[in-house]
């Protein structure tokens, strides 16, 4: 799944929307911009990857970091990109690792390889 629709999926369970149609209004947008940010025809904007991650409790860095690269055509910027996000998130997993801990669980990817630190 990509970037982007895991992060509007997200952003639609935080603010209990049953639909992009609601997502869209909520957003300001017609929902045919929703549909072609799930199907990859168009972008968000990074104003609205900030405010979808905010609103989902999210980092919105790592999501900025996500999508670009997500974006990006496939080669060796691409391939960049990436590495750039797994290191984003390696520094964020060791600061938070150095943090005092509260018991409590965090995620640090939105990817199916999650990190948890308790």
């Excluded at 999501?63 to 060796?76: F, I, K, Q």
């Excluded at 938070?96 to 018991?103: D, E, G, K």
Aim: proline fraction near 4%; include cysteine.
């Amino acid at each position: 799944m990509s970037a982007v629709n895991l992060l509007l999926d997200k952003y639609k369970k935080a603010c209990s929307l049953a639909s992009d149609n609601a997502c869209a209004e909520s957003l300001g947008l017609h929902r045919a911009s929703i549909s072609e940010w799930r199907r990859g025809k168009s972008w968000p904007s990074e104003e609205h990857i900030v405010a979808l991650a905010k609103a989902a409790g999210e980092d919105a860095g790592m999501w900025l970091l996500s999508v670009h690269a997500e974006r990006t055509a496939p080669g060796p910027v691409q391939k960049e990109w990436l590495r750039l996000t797994q290191r984003f998130a390696t520094a964020a997993a060791i600061a938070l690792a150095l943090a005092p801990a509260h018991s409590t669980l965090v995620s640090l990817s939105h990817n199916p390889l999650r990190l948890y630190i308790m």
